[in-house]
């Protein structure tokens, strides 16, 4: 296609919405004249599906439930007034509670304001919430953001180094649904000691989301922390950012929260439109459809020119990858469907891995995203009537451009500027266009029995590490590789589980576990030292 030709399609499938300040080009995927003919019944069953969702239908047969996280930027769309009122109740509550921690009324027990925040979750009780915290941060932050967000102890030791004795002047979140979540419980723990050794209390600094009446509710409430905002069962953690999971931390960090719904709010109702092409969402869900033939068979990049947003890529990986990938359809036909993501930031990746994109396999297609304003105010020029954000735009720009002249698809998303408004508006847009998407496939993207089942295997290892323990410390002194150990404790079958367990007690001080290296690796002797 010449470049005349590639200009007139530019301008056919040229999506623009100024009330969202977002336009979307899809021009350089190579979907074919009849491809939004032929998929037209199909999207149109798309918005029955999510009009159906939108209404209280129980949109997760799986669990029984309902899925609601459009009605936490819109309540009046809750299928029922009590719903409504408790998503106000709760916007109300975080902007008070807010208000009340900036003007210092709710202090450090010493009175001093609080100037430092610790979230503690996992998952979408942490990606969301950091992807809005490093978009929209900046020096003037209210409260400086940190994040617990795994059960490593090294890297939650890096936080709490990096807060220092400003951990007095702390405000810890602990976002957890059901209170049960292992990685957050075990970093409130480490948070709670690290309070400890501080001489603080830690009731005094801790702030709870979580559900009503869960385990962690409960301790909050006995123990007297500063207050609980609620979790519900019908907002996912992966679409739970516009719940108080995303909204407390943002307001708390001068996030204006209200943009950022307003802009969720309007990108919902532009996306309810049923005429595709003047529909982003599902402009965005056929290009999946199109560029994986419906099956996953590429994986999506996508890169981002503007550094505030190195982390949306991250969180995209868990609203589309948990959400897309699964085993089964609707219908209990094995289909393995899935949309892999992954993406760092134009222009990094030009001298990271767009040499493999332009020359090596083609399983890809690229979403460029890109900010037309550089920054507030005016930039030095680095060359004559030349800035450093003109680099980075004409490096997008060239980089579209390679990639298209080798056959390479890709779309762009571009907006105006970033600020509130507008991060709102690429929440809503992504997952809008993941329930489209899985209406277009046949699955069911609001349950994740993968994590489940990650969890159990989990838990049946800790089981395990517990009877291994028990053994070495009946025969303290005594020594035994892991088949021995293994066959001691009629785990025959599970000796490679063994052997990476002993591993893991040896090369730690807590259990008292110590390893006797043999030639044969695999034949080393374990021993609790008593």
């Known amino acids: 296609m010449d470049k005349r030709q590639l200009w007139e399609r530019y301008q056919e499938y040229l999506y623009v919405s100024h009330e969202l300040g977002l336009m979307l080009d899809i021009s350089r995927m190579n979907f074919p004249p009849d491809f939004f003919d032929r998929m037209e019944p199909r999207i149109q069953k798309a918005f029955t599906d999510m009009a159906a969702l939108e209404k209280g239908s129980i949109a997760n047969p799986d669990e029984q439930r309902m899925v609601g996280h459009y009605w936490l ?93 400003a951990l007095a002047k702390t405000l810890t979140l602990v976002i957890s649904k059901s209170g049960g979540t292992k990685e957050t419980r075990n970093g409130m723990l480490e948070a709670r000691e690290a309070y400890r050794r501080a001489g603080l209390a830690f009731e005094n600094h801790a702030v709870a989301i979580t559900g009503v009446g869960s385990e962690l509710d409960s301790n909050a409430v006995t123990e007297g922390w500063l207050a609980r905002f609620p979790m519900w069962d019908w907002v996912g953690g992966r679409t739970s950012v516009t719940s108080a999971v995303g909204l407390l931390p943002a307001a708390l960090q001068g996030v204006d929260i209200d943009r950022l719904l307003a802009g969720a709010r309007l990108c919902d109702e532009l996306t309810r439109n049923r005429n595709t092409r003047a529909n982003p969402a599902a402009l965005l869900a056929l290009m999946w459809y199109h560029a994986t033939d419906g099956r996953g068979t590429k994986d999506m990049v996508v890169l981002p020119y503007k550094d505030r947003l190195l982390l949306f890529s991250r969180y995209l990986q868990q ?24 993406g760092n930031k134009g222009s990094t990746d030009q001298h990271a891995y767009v040499q493999q994109l332009r020359e090596g396999v083609a399983n890809f297609f690229v979403t460029f995203i890109e900010v037309l304003a550089n920054r507030d105010g005016k930039s030095v020029l680095v060359e004559p009537d030349v800035t450093s954000g003109d680099y980075l735009a004409g490096f997008l720009q060239g980089t579209r451009t390679a990639l298209y002249d080798n056959g390479r698809e890709s779309m762009t998303i571009t907006t105006e500027k970033l600020e509130d408004r507008t991060v709102g508006t690429l929440i809503a847009l992504y997952e809008r266009a993941v329930g489209l998407y899985a209406s277009l496939v046949n699955i069911n993207a609001y349950h994740q029995p993968g994590v489940e089942a990650g969890k159990k295997a989990a838990g049946q290892v800790l089981a395990l590490q517990g009877e291994i323990l028990a053994t070495l410390r009946e025969v303290a002194g005594k020594s035994f590789t892991a088949e021995e150990l ?45």
């Open 319 to 342: 609203l589309i990858m948990e959400s897309i990938g699964k085993e089964k359809d609707l219908d209990g036909q094995v289909v393995s469907q899935g949309l892999t993501v992954y």
């Open 73 to 165: 930027r819109n309540p009046s769309l809750a299928p029922t007034p009590a719903i409504a009122a408790e998503i106000e109740a709760t916007v109300a509550s975080v902007k008070e509670f807010a208000a009340q921690v900036h003007a210092g009324k709710v202090c450090a027990p010493d009175g001093r304001p609080f100037t430092r925040l610790l979230v503690v979750g996992i998952g979408g009780s942490a990606l969301g919430p950091q992807f809005v915290a490093h978009a929209l941060g900046s020096a003037h932050d209210r409260l400086r953001p940190f994040f617990f967000d795994n059960t490593d102890p090294d890297g939650m030791d890096q936080v709490l180094a990096e807060i220092g004795p």
């Open 486 to 530: 293994a066959t001691e404790l009629g785990a025959a079958g599970e000796t490679e589980t063994v052997f990476r367990i002993l591993l893991h007690l040896a090369a730690n001080p807590d259990h008292g576990v110590t390893m006797e290296r043999s030639e044969l690796f695999c034949s080393s002797r374990f021993v609790a030292t008593g």
